[in-house]
């Protein structure tokens, strides 16, 4: 069982910037994908950015340029550096990882169903 914790979001004025960390616990795979996704309240959930195994990353086309994915394969631990940051990019934000569907997971498209996500971060862009 992996557990997801994400941590680091918070209150930002326009053109600020925010680190999101996502501590990731439990049995390692090395085929896993992790990613970054957010939520309006009544919108769906929409990918932001994702990391294969490998180490590949995508990014939607509203945060391309802007923010950052990156992950600590010793601690597991998933990272988006967000910059230049806008009011819509205002959401709850959840890590998530899948090991078996990676490929659907790092496609950031919907419906997403990865196997595990940790309970959100709020970000909130004035």
């Known amino acids: 069982q992996v557990q997801l914790v994400e941590s680091g979001g918070g209150s930002v004025q326009a053109g600020g910037s925010l680190r999101l960390s996502c501590a990731a616990s439990?049995?390692?795979?090395?085929?896993?994908?992790m990613g970054w996704f957010r939520q309006v309240k009544g919108k769906e959930r929409e990918g932001v950015a994702a990391?294969?195994?490998?180490?590949?990353?995508k990014y939607a086309d509203s945060v391309s340029g802007r923010f950052t994915i990156s992950k600590d394969h010793v601690k597991g631990t998933l990272f988006l550096q967000m910059n230049s940051l806008k009011p819509e990019d205002t959401g709850m934000y959840y890590c998530?990882?899948?090991?078996?569907?990676?490929?659907?997971?790092?496609?950031?498209?919907?419906?997403?169903?990865?196997?595990?996500w940790g309970q959100g971060t709020q970000v909130t862009v004035s």
């Open positions: 439990g049995p390692p795979s090395s085929n896993y994908a």
């Open positions: 990391i294969d195994s490998i180490g590949n990353t």
């Open positions: 998530a990882a899948d090991a078996e569907n990676w490929r659907m997971l790092f496609s950031l498209l919907p419906p997403q169903d990865a196997r595990y």
